[in-house]
């Protein structure tokens, strides 16, 4: 079966832009999580969406927000991006919530200059 | 507060010999802690997990031992071979209010095995 798919994998963006990332879980998998990977800083929870609703949210400021459509699809908006946004953006997907059996796709790499 | 630590950033070792990688947490609310293995440019894959209702999970090469009282687990790999070599991950997930919460993972250490 198809695995978690996020586009683009490779985005250079200017500071003070906004950007939109996009992840397609596995099939029949509701619940989608995002992390984000920077160097020396392991991978930091921002959020998980189960059947279109954000269920948790991690230490993250407002500029960061994401949604899931019906088909369980989800997306992730940073605005006003700052240069400490460069980072690998994760998506995982699974079947419940709550981290059990996660599968991640390959992550975007987002560079802000 | 990083509630989930991996105090080695690396770890080299010899093709044919054990691995260890070593993971602290201080949240006692834990349940659930896995093992993720990352290469470069690809998502972290899933290794081995265990409950704390366990000390012990076997999985062909890898081992994981909890050790509850010390809030200590550990990842063995025996033998170490190079394909072996990646960044691995430490999680924890607990339940919150009757929730599992997300995976909170430690910063990693990079495994490099020897030919």
């Known amino acids: 079966k198809a695995g978690v798919t996020q586009t683009p994998r490779y985005l250079i963006k200017t500071r003070g832009q906004q950007v939109t990332l996009s992840c397609s879980p596995i099939?029949?998998?509701?619940?989608v999580s995002w992390y984000q990977q920077t160097p020396g800083q392991g991978l930091q929870f921002l959020f998980e969406?189960?059947?279109?609703?954000?269920?948790n949210k991690g230490n993250f400021p407002g500029r960061f927000s994401g949604r899931q459509f019906s088909n369980s699809r989800s997306e992730m908006n940073v605005s006003t991006l700052e240069l400490g946004d460069s980072a690998l953006y994760l998506c995982?997907?699974?079947?419940?919530?709550?981290?059990?059996?996660?599968?991640f796709g390959s992550g975007t790499r987002l560079t802000v200059v | 507060d990083q509630q989930v630590k991996q105090n080695s950033p690396s770890l080299s070792v010899q093709e044919g010999r054990i691995s260890i990688l070593n993971c602290d947490y201080t949240?006692?609310?834990?349940?659930?802690f896995l093992w993720y293995k990352k290469y470069p440019a690809e998502g972290p894959t899933f290794l081995i997990s265990i409950s704390s209702i366990k000390d012990k999970n076997e999985d062909g090469r890898f081992t994981v031992f909890l050790n509850k009282s010390a809030k200590h687990l550990s990842l063995h790999i025996v033998p170490s071979q190079p394909g072996d070599s990646a960044v691995y991950f430490c999680?924890?997930?607990?339940?919150?209010?009757?929730?599992?919460?997300?995976?909170?993972f430690g910063k990693g250490t990079k495994l490099s095995v020897k030919p």
């Open positions: 995982a997907s699974s079947l419940r919530q709550g981290g059990y059996g996660y599968t």
């Open positions: 949240n006692s609310m834990f349940d659930y």
């Open positions: 969406y189960f059947s279109e609703t954000q269920r």
């Open positions: 099939s029949g998998h509701r619940s």
């Open positions: 999680a924890a997930s607990g339940n919150y209010g009757g929730s599992q919460g997300n995976l909170i």
